[in-house]
């Protein structure tokens, strides 16, 4: 957006009202919510409480069973989820460790428990529809390894839920971790018996 500067002064001035285009356009480069700019303090106060960064870093590591597009197989992968604080929303990004492809990008919603980023799909690298939701439990803090899920879809829209490590630092992808990532006995039970996976990464 090139705007002259009289017309941006005017807009700071209050002289003159941005139309809503633009009113997403200024809020984009702001890093900030449109409800923002309205006088809405239970709204500004939910933001504050769930949209900041957690972890003190501006990076994570993932580690789950993975398909590989390279190699057409599923195999123990590693990703990254860049995050990003711009004011009262916290940017993330799903990102291939290997050759730093964009999958997704959105934010993140949190409270001092769990961590939700969710994602739509990068337009610019993909054609195709996805959203996809990552879960982190942070109840034990965030510096050792914080179990997880990432529920998306694969090439074919079909849902995909596993379950993931997080770490801030980057560690080597061990067998020990990957056979825990694997179900357990419980969910394996629970998924035959309520045909639904309710994944157990609450780890007290």
Do not use: W
Request: glycine share 2%; proline share 2%; hydrophobic share 35%.
């Amino acid at each position: 957006m090139v705007k002259a500067k009289l017309i941006v002064s005017r807009y700071e001035k209050g002289e003159v009202i941005p139309d809503a285009k633009d009113v997403s356009i200024i809020c984009e480069e702001l890093g900030i919510y449109e409800a923002d700019l309205y006088e809405n303090d239970t709204i500004r106060t939910m933001q504050n409480n769930k949209s900041k960064n957690p972890f003190s870093t501006d990076k994570l590591y993932v580690y789950f069973n993975a398909y590989n597009f390279r190699t057409k197989k599923f195999a123990p992968d590693k990703y990254i989820l860049e995050l990003e604080q711009k004011q009262n929303i916290c940017k993330a990004k799903f990102v291939d460790y290997h050759d730093k492809r964009i999958y997704s990008e959105d934010y993140l919603i949190c409270n001092d428990e769990i961590v939700f980023a969710v994602m739509e799909n990068y337009k610019p690298t993909s054609s195709r529809v996805d959203v996809a939701v990552v879960e982190i439990n942070i109840y034990n803090a965030t510096d050792a390894l914080m179990l997880g899920g990432y529920f998306g879809t694969n090439a074919k829209c079909e849902p995909s839920l596993r379950k993931c490590y997080f770490s801030k630092k980057n560690v080597d992808f061990t067998n020990e971790m990957f056979e825990q990532l694997k179900l357990n006995k419980n969910e394996q039970e629970t998924l035959n018996s309520q045909n639904a996976l309710y994944l157990v990464i609450f780890n007290i």
